[in-house]
């Protein structure tokens, strides 16, 4: 019962805009679950995105920070285990449950980083090709300082070390690594146990979800926890079992596009049929079918 609930949460926090559907729902009922991962990291989950946070000496650091409406209670599950105030928040992606909370963190003396992509998604006056997906974020909310290959952190006693994945989930994805801690953030190039979506409109691709998954399986042992984007708190076989999904749909969709096939047809024979049980559990919102579409868009561009 309690995986079906976060399933539920999952699908009611993925989000593709920064303010609007934020505004339209109540979150009075979201409790911010507080997972320890290893010395000094922890994982928040509510809705959305889940949230990484380094906590010591030097103050919060945090990562990804859902919906504006749960920015207070937020902040309290930090205070909870770290004292200061937030000085840090760096972006994974540009999707508004992975950001919605940034205008508030911003006004409240944090600093916003992310890949220079994430800006340019977040601000359509630079990037129009998203002006129909994406609303104009407000400037406390667009990242302040931005990078492109990636970006390292000494704080909190930690190394934490930012690095881009060319065209994943978006064009601006980010993977996280607490080195001291061995932890690390996916963002939402791994979500946990379900069948992942691939934001083509952004950029995002199939091969890229691959990369992903083995740069961050590169850099793991079998100690190593990660934090997804979206699931429970998980290990380098959870990851690796979804790295060898994502390669059976691709080769299987790769094959079909060969012989010619349309992305109706090959949606219509339905590739992933084998393995709906494993990743299309009850409740979440990407089926068989929109992964593969997805998939099948990508690997034509």
Not at 42 to 51: T, W
Not at 86 to 108: C, I, P, Q, S, Y
Not at 227 to 238: M, N, R, S
Request: negative net charge.
């Amino acid at each position: 019962m309690q995986r079906r609930t976060l399933l539920v949460i999952g699908l009611l926090g993925i989000s593709f805009t920064v303010a609007p559907v934020a505004a339209q729902r109540d979150f009075s009922n979201v409790q911010i679950r507080t997972i320890p991962v290893s010395d000094g990291v922890y994982m928040l989950m509510g809705s959305g995105g889940n949230i990484g946070l380094s906590v010591g000496e030097d103050g919060p650091f945090v990562v990804d920070d859902q919906y504006a409406p749960l920015t207070e209670k937020i902040l309290a599950a930090i205070a909870a285990v770290s004292d200061g105030s937030v000085r840090f928040v760096l972006n994974t992606h540009w999707h508004g449950d992975h950001v919605g909370g940034n205008e508030n963190m911003g006004k409240a003396g944090a600093m916003i980083l992310a890949h220079e992509n994430v800006r340019k998604r977040m601000n359509p006056a630079e990037f129009r090709d998203v002006m129909e997906s994406s609303q104009q974020a407000p400037p406390d909310a667009l990242p302040v300082v931005t990078f492109t290959d990636g970006v390292t952190f000494y704080w909190n006693d930690e190394k934490i070390r930012a690095f881009h994945i060319p065209h994943a989930h978006t064009d601006g994805d980010a993977i996280i690594q607490y080195t001291n801690a061995n932890a690390i953030h996916t963002g939402d190039t791994f979500f946990n146990g379900m069948y992942p979506f691939i934001d083509v409109g952004s950029g995002g691709h199939i091969d890229g979800m691959i990369h992903a998954a083995g740069a961050v399986l590169a850099i793991s042992n079998s100690e190593t926890k990660i934090i997804p984007g979206h699931g429970e708190l998980a290990t380098p076989d959870d990851l690796r079992e979804y790295r060898d999904m994502l390669i059976t749909v691709r080769d299987r969709i790769q094959t079909m596009l060969n012989d010619g096939m349309s992305v109706e047809e090959i949606v219509a024979s339905k590739p992933t049929s084998d393995l709906d049980a494993r990743w299309y559990p009850e409740n979440w919102f990407i089926a068989g079918d929109r992964m593969v579409e997805q998939s099948a868009r990508s690997l034509m561009r």
